[in-house]
């Protein structure tokens, strides 16, 4: 196994928790026909059946029980054993079970794990198509010699139990949000012990079936002279993808920031203890070792700072890392708009060349027009003053009145010479001058062709 895991220094410890045990186990009876071997199955088809299915529930309860899925024939011995009486069938039990794929090797497993990526239906697959034909043939060459050939002290897994495990973990990273994080196997193990109620010795089999079916990736760096597992899980649906170098750089930063705070904590718990003892030097009149207690005090607190500033400089360096990834999503947004927006002018057809000549174009169409409306605007100078006109209108209206006999009293205002000469006078109230004056003349005339056709 190339990420052998280092739990086979711990033994699987015979379980005092006897809730597993079904209610018969009390009936003395009943347990020595279970405890017995098997007779033939062909002598009762239904005792035989209904025993093997005992020994498999039961095997299973004793695994969730114990948080393991690895088993063999003497811890089950030692397990299930009743008044000094040990189970005599496990042998065929254990037979049947590997026959049907409902137990693996722990070597075959490792085995599998060197060959290739498996998912887990099919490494079930694998099992249930390969082991019949090895494991029937050593029961059809048991049935014969009257023996079947299985190491008590080798280790088995049960298959139903590793992927139940599996599960479990897989259900609890995802609850965690701890996918695409590196956790160090030990403390998995500590996490799954508390949460889950599975053992290390049990969870070696259920990561092996999470590795092989692309849910996590193991690797095993050196840090420190120690070595140690890394796990990175994937998120769900998703495939697991390598542990990079800088998710590796990552971790061994986060474990400085962590020792750093371990130590920064230790010296103010050392600081705390030194003024403790200064005060009571103080109080007994010690005054040289207070002195010295007081001196080692400024020495840790100089040692504190230093660690301080390490540790800030530290997760300054991390926020920049994390930030790194959030500044990568901006520029790839970036990206992606120029993309976008390329596309939509392209689908369009619209160019800088051809935006440069529409421009050009409009400019000298505008010109043009502002030229033509200049020239339309154009009006020729005269010499004639506005004023010069006004007061010339009005002497001919007050010509026009005294040819006409029209006495000046309907004109309301008086003559347009006075009123021109005056310098306040504007434009506008001559307009207003003539117009009345002019009125009047209509008034007058119209009166003096009534009179005239009177006399006639």
Known sequence: MEHKLEAKGEMVKTSTDISYL????????????????????????????????????????????????????????????????????????????????????EGQLQILQRSGTYGLNLWTAMQMIKAPFYWGYETVLGSVTGSV?????????????????????????????????????EDLVVLLNETASIKRHGMEPAITLLEKSNRLTLEKITHAETSIVLIKFAEKNAVAQPITSIEKSIYELEQSENRLMKDISMIEHNINQTMDTVRECIKD?????????????????????????????????????????????????????????????ATV??????????????????????????????VSETDVDELQLEQELGDLIDMKLDECNIDKKYSPMPPATSSITNSTTNVADFDKEIEKRLAALRVDATNGYKIADQAL
């Open 285 to 345: 009149g010690r005054k040289q070792m207070a002195k010295t207690y007081l001196k080692k005090k400024h020495f840790l607190d100089k040692n504190m700072q230093g660690k301080i500033n390490a540790l800030e400089t530290l997760q300054s360096i991390l926020l920049k890392i994390h930030n790194s990834q959030s500044d990568k999503n901006i520029i790839d947004a970036y990206k992606l708009g120029t993309v976008a927006l390329k596309n939509a002018y």
């Open 149 to 185: 050939n299985i190491n008590e002290n080798e280790d088995f897994i049960v298959t139903a139990i590793a992927q139940q495990h599996a599960k479990t973990i897989q259900n609890l990273i995802e609850t965690r949000q701890l996918y695409n994080k590196l956790l160090q196997y």
């Open 349 to 378: 057809g619209i160019t800088i060349d051809q935006l440069d000549e529409t421009i050009e174009e409009m400019n000298h169409v505008l010109e043009q027009h502002n030229a033509m409306l200049s020239m339309i605007g154009t």
């Open 22 to 105: 079904p209610e018969c186990w009390d009936d003395d009876r009943r347990m020595g026909v279970l405890l017995a071997e098997f007779r033939p199955r062909q002598l009762n088809v239904t005792s035989y059946d209904t025993k093997m299915k005992f020994w498999k529930d039961l095997i299973h309860s004793f695994c969730n029980a114990s948080g393991s899925s690895v088993i063999s024939i003497s811890m089950l011995k030692n397990q299930f054993r009743r008044k000094g009486t040990v189970p005599y069938c496990l042998n065929v039990v254990f037979v049947d079970m590997l026959t049907k794929g409902e137990l693996c090797r």
